[in-house]
């Protein structure tokens, strides 16, 4: 099915498509070809205090009597949902955020294994139970948090949508979520389906708006009893502030400038060609992109060769194109912004080997660019430029490759490539991350727990022990 120019989206609240009471409507433009996708109803505050009222009445009505079978049912349903919707989902998400449509597939993948892992993890919900000497007797109740208030940002809007929705679901809370005001499409088709396969009315509630307006009234709505937030460490800054009124629980994983050790003893032909896809796999638009490679010394010229060599070879163009490996970025501005920081490069003394022009035509394309010759103070290696950019830093032993790496106020990603096993396990140790590969570039997996280091936020998705992050604990003590 494919996805019909200009239709309108509508905000989605107590299992239904709305119009909004006191938001308004957007424009939306693809960003690969700057023409008209569709309009899309906002949120205002009003539409806000619906979103939560509904899920507050599902949490305290049908769902709260859904037992856990059943949920874990209906999020197999709803997997089975995505997978029959695939197609048109992919180019949804594709058109609206820009990015290649192969990428674009495996997080169609991760989607739906998302909500299978929390579908079967619901199994794991339990207290405990033992006698405390005497006649009494102890056992403990896991029960939802309530309601959740959850907001996702624009690079990954419905892979992200599911991380955050799967473990709020299969914990029995309810859910408001937040897409970014500009990629908001998937996430409304994924209400829809959940609907479809059939979440009550109030469950899942689906309402696009602007950060400063609509998310911040979220987070602080008092109707809202968890927050879960990923999105730039700014803004996180700011959601912890909001939060603290109200004590909401809280998670938040947020930006990252991550390292891609490659040592002298790695083996180039898998480090350098896994080292280019974990910079442009999103066009760099991803939090735990590895944008700082760390090459050993004696490598480092040949490295620079053979890696500029290979990102240069990427085919950059039209979205939709199977063979495309490098789609649009979000929007013009935001290349913009990316170009802003290859400038600054340039003025610091780096070397830009490959790229660094904006791609001339009505799309927001940027080249996959590296920067040679960089030092770890410079602004490009230290701030988070989230597009296709890598800047290659020289190194030149295993302990000055583990001060470079920490040496950022991020830690989110860490790759190491080496053909010693020991220095490996070494180095995962040392380095402040809240994930570490050795030898392989992928990042996250349903079931392994991901997050941050240092302002890369706290608290963890996609792990059971994310479940937690949605269940309050309650201790019955019972006199025999």
Not at 272 to 292: K, N
């Amino acid at each position: 099915m494919a996805v019909v120019t200009e239709r309108e989206y509508g905000l989605f609240i107590n299992g239904e498509v709305t119009e909004p009471v006191d938001g308004e409507v957007r424009e939306l433009t693809e960003p690969a070809t700057g023409e008209p996708l569709g309009k899309v109803a906002l949120a205002g505050q009003r539409d806000v205090d619906r979103a939560v009222e509904a899920a507050r009445a599902a949490l305290e009505g049908d769902w709260a009597k859904t037992p856990p079978t059943e949920r874990s049912r209906l999020l197999h349903a709803l997997a089975d949902a995505i997978v029959a919707n695939r197609k048109e989902l992919a180019e949804l998400e594709t058109r609206n955020v820009g990015k290649a449509i192969s990428s674009v597939k495996a997080e169609l993948n991760q989607a739906v294994e998302n909500f299978r892992y929390y579908a079967s993890a619901i199994a794991s919900i339990a207290g405990r139970s033992n006698p405390m000497g005497g006649s009494l007797h102890f056992y403990s109740l896991k029960e939802p948090v309530g309601v959740a208030g959850q907001i996702i940002p624009w690079n990954y809007p419905l892979m992200l949508a599911t991380w955050k929705l799967s473990p709020a679901l299969a914990a029995g809370c309810s859910v408001v979520l937040k897409p970014d005001e500009a990629t908001p499409l998937s996430a409304l088709r994924l209400a829809e389906l959940a609907a479809e396969v059939g979440f009550p009315p109030g469950v899942i509630n689906i309402v696009p708006g602007g950060g400063p307006t609509t998310g911040a009234y979220l987070v602080s709505h008092p109707g809202v009893d968890k927050v879960a937030f990923t999105g730039s460490t700014t803004t996180g800054a700011e959601v912890m502030r909001l939060a603290s009124d109200g004590i909401k629980r809280l998670t938040l994983e947020l930006g990252g400038k991550s390292p891609n050790l490659v040592f002298a003893d790695a083996d180039l032909d898998d480090a350098i060609p896994s080292s280019v896809w974990s910079i442009y796999y999103a066009a760099g638009q991803s939090c735990e992109a590895r944008s700082r490679v760390l090459v050993e010394r004696p490598l480092y010229d040949e490295f620079v060769s053979r890696f500029s060599d290979a990102a240069g070879k990427l085919k950059v163009g039209d979205p939709l194109e199977p063979e495309t490996q490098v789609g649009s970025l979000v929007s013009q501005p935001h290349r913009d912004r990316v170009h802003g920081f290859v400038e600054k490069g340039r003025e610091e003394g780096a070397e830009v080997v490959v790229g660094g022009e904006p791609v001339n035509g009505k799309g927001a394309f940027y080249p996959p660019t590296v920067i040679a010759k960089v030092d770890n103070a410079m602004t490009v290696a230290q701030e988070e430029i989230f597009g296709p950019v890598v800047t290659v830093i020289p190194f030149e032993d295993e302990k000055d490759a583990i001060r470079i790496a920490n040496d950022v106020r991020y830690g989110l990603m860490a790759t190491v490539w080496t053909g010693d096993p020991a220095k490996g396990h070494r180095l995962a140790r040392r380095i402040k991350a809240g994930t570490v590969g050795i030898n392989m570039p992928y990042t996250a997996f349903p079931g392994i727990p991901f997050g941050g280091y240092k302002q890369s936020g706290f608290g963890r998705e996609l792990g059971l022990e994310t479940l937690e992050l949605y269940l309050e604990t309650k201790s019955v003590i019972v006199s025999t």
